[in-house]
């Protein structure tokens, strides 16, 4: 059986949601799929799977800084193996070119140039927020394109969940076209 280590690092609950798709996705695939959080586990290797993919959220026009040190360490050897990049950000809604950007320069810093990449959209987590992050998104939203919800009573998600699911056929399938299975 295949083994894919799937790592993400982000602030919020979004990404690590969308990690939990692609797993389930890759499982169906008989992939094993390793899921981390970065921000708790310091000391992932990808060296012995046959695959990673990994997800980072964007916050102030940054990708998470625990993906960007993991990348950074690991570069040579995900540059080896079939790989996946996904980066998760309300600029997907709001400014699709911004978004891109965010990747290029994620890939720009790190070295690492993952065989797909998808960028998916985020959520607004109102009622997750603190008073001032709360008010503060609601601020930025009525900033943004119309569309985005400014209801602080509730919760918007902008993610394409068919998106998603694609994504990790696609993955899937990259996976299991490589070679034999590390042991």
């Known amino acids: 059986m295949k083994r894919v ?9 979004q990404t690590a949601k969308i990690g ?25 290797d990808p060296a012995p799977y046959d695959g990673a993919v ?11 800084r625990h993906v ?26 709001v400014d699709p070119a911004e978004a891109r950007g965010y ?7 790190t070295g690492w140039r993952p065989d797909r990449v998808a960028l ?5 987590v109102y009622t997750h927020y603190g008073f001032v992050r709360r008010h503060l998104m609601k601020r930025w939203a009525e900033g943004q394109k119309p569309g985005l919800g400014t209801d602080v009573s509730r919760d918007y998600v902008y993610t394409e969940w068919d998106a998603v699911r694609r994504f990790a056929e696609d993955v899937a399938a990259d996976v299991n076209a490589s070679g034999t299975p590390r042991a």
């Open 5 to 13: 280590l799937l790592a993400y690092g982000a602030a919020g609950g």
């Open 20 to 44: 939990d798709v692609v797993a389930e996705v890759l499982r169906s695939h008989d992939i094993e799929a390793t899921l981390i959080d970065l921000k708790t586990v310091h000391d992932a």
């Open 54 to 64: 990994v997800g980072a959220s964007v916050h102030l026009g940054r990708h998470d």
């Open 68 to 93: 960007v040190d993991f990348i950074r360490a690991h570069a040579d050897t995900l540059n080896r193996m079939p790989t996946a990049f996904f980066s998760v950000s309300l600029a997907v809604e």
């Open 103 to 109: 990747v290029e320069r994620f890939e720009q810093e």
């Open 120 to 124: 998916f959209g985020g959520a607004l």
